[in-house]
């Protein structure tokens, strides 16, 4: 069955950026109309979506988040990545990867999500 | 700041009915549908509902999803001990360029 792996630093230093990477398996990340998704979650607190991207590299991204964040596909390594530039301590949390079913629908498979620490 | 308002917390005693509210505006639930998420303790989000009412393959039939207006709801019926989580309803909200979003979450303690 579908899979969804996040990998990457789980410290990292204020101002700098933020990289993960999510490996699918068990299916293509190039199949038609899902998108794949980074969603969030501070310590303690709710669900934060920050970004979704399409195989074509067609993106939608939280506008709060915007202007620091960079998505990537990856097709032959059938991974997707995330990139939020200039973090600070309010950047801590849990990051999750999801697969969402089309660009306004749910996320049906998620990982098991990775935490992210911003500190010096 | 989510633009999803849910209660903080439910309860209710095994065998009963609990029944969660996500109350939006005319951009997100009212023109959009709704999904909800469990999230057990220590574990990544899981689909619940989707399309307001539908149920994922897997998801046992006392979970039910409403939808009337720009409010939604979640009901468990037969309420068990492994339903105590938390509870997230979404969106897709049409507002600026568009953004999924998150209720503030319902916390459901069985009792």
């Known amino acids: 069955q579908l899979q969804l792996q996040e990998s990457g630093p789980g410290l990292v230093k204020p101002s700098e950026t933020l990289s993960l990477t999510c490996t699918v398996s068990?299916?293509?990340?190039?199949?038609?109309?899902?998108?794949w998704g980074w969603i969030r979650q501070p310590p303690g607190k709710g669900l934060e979506w920050i970004a979704s991207?399409?195989?074509?590299?067609?993106?939608y991204y939280n506008p709060s988040l915007k202007s620091r964040v960079t998505t990537s596909v990856d097709t032959s390594e059938n991974e997707f990545s995330l990139k939020l530039s200039s973090v600070t301590a309010a950047d801590t949390a849990v990051y999750y990867c999801?697969?969402?079913?089309?660009?306004?629908?749910?996320?049906?498979?998620w990982g098991q999500g990775t935490l992210v620490t911003v500190s010096s | 700041q989510s633009v999803l308002t849910q209660p903080p917390s439910a309860s209710g005693t095994p065998g009963q009915r609990v029944t969660i509210s996500c109350s939006g505006g005319?951009?997100?639930?009212?023109?959009?549908?709704v999904n909800w998420y469990q999230q057990l303790p220590g574990t990544a989000p899981r689909l619940l509902i989707y399309?307001?009412?539908q149920r994922p393959s897997g998801v046992p039939d006392r979970f039910s999803g409403s939808k009337s207006g720009t409010s939604a709801s979640l009901a468990i019926s037969g309420l068990q001990s492994e339903d105590e989580a938390d509870y997230y309803c979404?969106?897709?909200?049409?507002?600026?360029?568009?953004?999924?979003?998150f209720g503030t979450g319902t916390k459901v303690t069985v009792l």
């Open positions: 999801a697969r969402q079913r089309g660009p306004a629908e749910d996320f049906d498979h």
């Open positions: 068990g299916g293509s990340i190039s199949s038609s109309s899902h998108y």
């Open positions: 991207i399409y195989y074509s590299g067609s993106t």
């Open positions: 005319s951009f997100n639930i009212g023109s959009n549908t």
């Open positions: 399309s307001n009412y």
């Open positions: 979404a969106a897709w909200d049409d507002t600026l360029n568009g953004l999924y979003v």
